[in-house]
């Protein structure tokens, strides 16, 4: 195998291969996810909801997000590991944008990190790329402004937000980043933007018209029943397939059908 890098996935682009990307937050789970073969391995801050169950991505510090990057960056050998900078760790000033993405690369040793938003964050981007750290971008609905937005409906149905949304998107391919997310926006919206930069496009709820794909492998696994959106598509339903395992064992255990002969020592 070759390792992917930031460039592997422009050239992907390029010849219009599609990437595929998905989160992972401990060691097992990368393992898993890198050998079959995912290109891009995102620690999201998603972790603060399908590892933690807060309702929300605010909550989740730094530290935190350090600890689950570098659990994925001991099993990764081929994909790239992008991880994201937590809210609160680079909104106020880009120095402190600086410091924390450092201490992402040097305390996880992931290849990359991902910061929620445009023109408002410009200068920490600007900061964090001028010290040869590789930044994705995201746009659209961005989880750690939804008390901003109230409601985690579609974004950038409105004209005025979908202008400032390809103007973001221009500026974060102009000042060098080297992929961008979009989330929940119209697929129309997507399509255009990611043929208006040359620097991939993945999307989540976006649609089919953009350069690659991410979900959240707790989602696409089915691990979890309470979350149904229609961009998400189940690939196993393992809340129903590990349910019934533990119950089995459990059941095992009472009726002393657990361990058996052969299971002692
Ligand atoms: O945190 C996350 O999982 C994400 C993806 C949904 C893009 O940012
Ligand atoms: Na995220």
């Known amino acids: 195998y070759k390792r992917i890098t930031t460039k592997s996935l422009i050239e992907m682009k390029s010849h219009g291969e599609k990437i595929s990307m998905l989160t992972a937050y401990d060691y097992t789970m990368a393992k898993i996810v890198d050998t079959a073969g995912v290109d891009v391995i995102l620690v999201g801050d998603s972790a603060s909801n399908v590892m933690a169950g807060h309702e929300t991505t605010l909550p989740i510090t730094l530290d935190q997000m350090i600890y689950h990057a ?5 099993a990764v ?5 992008v991880v994201d900078l937590p809210f609160g760790s680079y909104q ?9 993405a450092i201490r992402i690369m040097k305390e996880s040793g992931g290849h990359a990190v991902k910061l929620e938003g445009g023109k408002e964050i410009k200068e920490s981007i600007k ?3 001028n ?10 609905l961005t989880p750690q402004s939804i008390y901003k937005f109230g409601t985690y409906s579609v974004r950038a149905k409105e004209d005025e937000e979908a202008e400032k949304l390809i103007e973001d998107a221009k500026m974060l391919e102009k000042i060098g980043c080297f992929a961008i997310v979009l989330e929940k926006i119209p697929a129309d919206l997507a399509q255009k933007v990611a043929e208006s930069i040359s620097i991939p496009v993945i999307g989540i709820g976006a649609g089919g018209g953009v350069d690659g794909q991410v979900l959240v492998i ?7 029943n309470e979350f149904s959106p229609r ?26 059908n657990f361990p058996s002969e052969k299971e002692q020592y």
Do not use: C, W
């Open 131 to 140: 010290a040869g750290i590789p930044v994705m971008g995201h746009l659209g």
């Open 231 to 256: 961009f998400l598509r189940r690939y196993l339903n393992l809340y129903e397939e590990m349910t019934k395992a533990i119950g089995q064992y459990a059941a095992d255990v009472k009726s002393k």
């Open 218 to 224: 707790h989602d696409m696994l089915g691990m979890n």
């Open 127 to 129: 900061k964090i790329l």
């Open 70 to 74: 570098s659990s994925v960056v001991r």
């Open 92 to 100: 106020s000033d880009p120095k402190e944008a600086l410091r924390s």
């Open 77 to 81: 050998e081929r994909g790239l590991v």
